[in-house]
T-cell receptor, first 109, second 118 residues
Framework: GQNIDQPTEMTATEGAIVQINCTYQ??????LFWYQQHAGEAPTFLSY??LDGLEEKGRFSSFLSRSKGYSYLLLKELQMKDSASYLC??????????WGAGTKLIIKP | GAVVSQHPSWVICKSGTSVKIECRSL??????MFWYRQFPKQSLMLMAT?????????EQGVEKDKFLINHASLTLSTLTVTSAHPEDSSFYIC??????????????FGPGTRLTVT
């Protein structure tokens, strides 16, 4: 079957760095998306990885290892507004996104 | 980035009535639109996928006669919840993808519609 494994919840301090890990199993693979979702709102795009390695975009970076079925999202210089759920969503062979429950990130002052 | 709108943003209806939710892609042609449902603290659940001009493909367990989807144009898809019941109360989110955008298969999400059935 297809599944996503992410920590349910993480807590970090404002100004710090946090890494959210994601392991996945899919039928085929066409890249992996990371989305941010604030409570009561729809997801917004953060990153897309299709090749192995690190993609850096400002304070956010995303890493992918296809052979390990592993990705992580790295958030630097955390701000209070980063408190949200972070969704790892790999795309299977049918170009369908597979969704897990996401990781709820709590930022403390 | 691409803009996808949904209307209404929230709706309250009585049990047994029908509710229509609209999803529009405002600045690109959405060849594929997706409808999701999300209950509190749960993951997004894909309900159906629709391609412009074709019948929607429903996920297992989703009643196609209850959740009517129409994707009549490249910019508009509608979801009608027929004979709504309290257990249909949820957050309904549409997304759209199309060629010419940053990633062809990237899904751009609408802001969501919160449905409450009393």
């Amino acid at each position: 079957g297809q599944n996503i494994d992410q920590p349910t919840e993480m807590t970090a301090t404002e100004g710090a760095i946090v890494q959210i890990n994601c392991t996945y199993q899919t039928s085929g693979f066409n890249g992996l998306f990371w989305y941010q979702q604030h409570a009561g709102e729809a997801p917004t795009f953060l990153s897309y990885n299709v090749l192995d390695g690190l993609e850096e975009k400002g304070r956010f970076s995303s890493f992918l290892s296809r052979s390990k079925g592993y990705s992580y999202l790295l958030l630097k210089e955390l701000q209070m507004k980063d408190s949200a759920s972070y969704l790892c969503a790999p795309m299977d062979s049918n170009y369908q996104l597979i969704w897990g429950a996401g990781t709820k990130l709590i930022i403390k002052p | 980035g691409a803009v996808v709108s949904q209307h209404p943003s929230w709706v309250i209806c009585k049990s047994g009535t029908s509710v229509k939710i609209e999803c529009r892609s405002l600045d690109f042609q959405a060849t594929t639109m997706f409808w999701y449902r999300q209950f509190p603290k749960q993951s997004l659940m894909l309900m159906a996928t629709s391609n412009e001009g074709s019948k929607a493909t429903y996920e297992q367990g989703v009643e196609k006669d209850k959740f009517l989807i129409n994707h009549a144009s490249l910019t508009l898809s509608t979801l009608t919840v027929t004979s709504a019941h309290p257990e249909d109360s949820s957050f309904y989110i549409c997304s759209a993808s199309g060629s010419g955008k940053r990633f062809s298969y990237e899904q751009y999400f609408g802001p969501g519609t919160r449905l409450t059935v009393t």
